[in-house]
């Protein structure tokens, strides 16, 4: 069984930071791109940032671009979220995803509907 467990989310001041981690098990996913998702209180699941197996590209949204850092270890089949600079528009539930098919085409990174494996999720609140 394939599953994605986010943890290190939690509450912080804003300009805090923190660092989300999503391990996988069932499968490895050295050769699939990932990414990570959220969704704040009334509001859509949003793409947050994307990486390709390799580690060599990433993509962010333009509203996390230079605070937040996304990287992998395949050794431990394991993405992580460095999120700093913390804003309470910030706060939201933080999914990691994952592609089922290796080397997926960049332009479908920011698509939810192309991702096939998904995290339960890992809460983020930010106070100001």
């Known amino acids: 069984q394939v599953q994605l467990v986010e943890s290190g989310g939690g509450l912080v001041q804003a300009g805090g930071s923190l660092r989300l981690s999503c391990a996988a098990s069932?499968?490895?996913?050295?050769?699939?791109?990932m990414g990570w998702f959220r969704q704040a209180p009334g509001k859509e699941r949003e793409f947050v940032a994307a990486?390709?197996?390799?580690?060599?590209?990433?993509m962010y949204a333009d509203s996390v671009k230079g605070r937040f850092t996304i990287s992998r270890d395949n050794a431990k089949n394991t993405m992580f979220l460095q999120m700093n600079s913390l804003k309470p528009e910030d706060t939201a539930v933080y999914y990691c995803a994952a592609h089922a098919k290796e080397s997926s085409n960049p332009r479908t990174w920011l698509r939810i509907d192309a991702y096939d494996y998904w995290g339960q999720g890992t809460r983020v609140t930010v106070s100001s």
């Open positions: 990486i390709s197996w390799s580690g060599s590209n990433t």
């Open positions: 069932g499968r490895t996913f050295s050769r699939n791109a």
